[in-house]
């Protein structure tokens, strides 16, 4: 599968425990994406990176959330202190940059936090 | 603020029949609306935008910057075409942030 990957697949937690989630984007793609997903509702924008610049993070994005992208190839999504709140389906995308062109999602890491 | 309305959580419809799903949303702009799908199982995938002007798997919609709603069609339903379908909008021309609908389950019965 050459397509955006994900890993872990699922973790689960205990609360006040850290957690760390890697997303490999498509190889020329230079623009990746971080969403949340909870259930019922649709996937909320947590950040995204040009290459290694973040450029832009969502309020949705606390204190206790840190994204990298070091060498603007894989990045990392760490969650310090998790909350039970924090349960949710975390999902990456990657795109070219350029306008009008389709991001495409991996399949997601399912994080539990009991 | 932006934002993407799906009025509905569930469609249920028999083999043949019409499919329409609904979206409206609220941009201070132009923006790019899109229809993703999830397929039972597998990751969200573009199913069509409203740049392209394509019909894709029989779907179709239309942008109506009047009534600001973006709805999907399909004039016969497949059994295949059982899945989560979710309404987003991103900015015009520039590969950015999509913020999307809560999205409606389609079941499509035999």
């Known amino acids: 599968d050459t397509g955006v990957s994900q890993n872990p697949r699922h973790k689960i937690t205990k609360r006040g425990q850290n957690v760390t989630f890697r997303c490999d984007p498509i190889?020329?793609?230079?623009?990746l994406y971080w969403y949340r997903q909870t259930l019922g509702q649709g996937p909320e924008f947590l950040t995204y990176?040009?290459?290694?610049?973040?450029?832009?993070k969502s309020r949705l994005l606390s204190d206790r959330f840190s994204a990298e992208r070091p060498k603007g190839s894989f990045s990392t999504l760490e969650i310090q202190r998790t909350e039970q709140g924090d349960s949710a389906m975390y999902l990456c995308?990657?795109?070219?940059?350029?306008?009008?062109?389709?991001?495409?999602f991996g399949q997601g890491t399912r994080l539990t936090v009991v | 603020a932006q934002r993407v309305t799906q009025p509905e959580k569930l469609l249920s419809v028999f083999k043949g029949a019409p499919v329409e799903l609904k979206c409206n949303y609220s941009?201070?702009?132009?923006?790019?609306l899109f229809w993703y799908v999830q397929y039972s199982r597998q990751r969200l995938q573009l199913l069509l935008r409203?740049?392209s002007r394509e019909s894709i798997k029989g779907f179709t919609a239309d942008l109506n910057k009047g009534e600001t709603s973006f709805h999907l069609k399909k004039p016969f339903a497949q059994e295949e075409d059982s899945a989560m379908y979710y309404c987003?909008?991103?900015?015009?021309?520039?590969?950015?942030?999509?913020?999307f609908g809560k999205g409606i389950t389609l079941s499509v019965r035999p």
């Open positions: 995308a990657s795109s070219s940059q350029g306008g009008n062109t389709e991001a495409f």
């Open positions: 190889s020329e793609h230079n623009r």
């Open positions: 990176f040009q290459n290694e610049a973040q450029l832009e």
């Open positions: 941009y201070s702009g132009s923006p790019e």
């Open positions: 409203h740049i």
């Open positions: 987003a909008l991103s900015k015009t021309g520039a590969n950015s942030k999509l913020t």
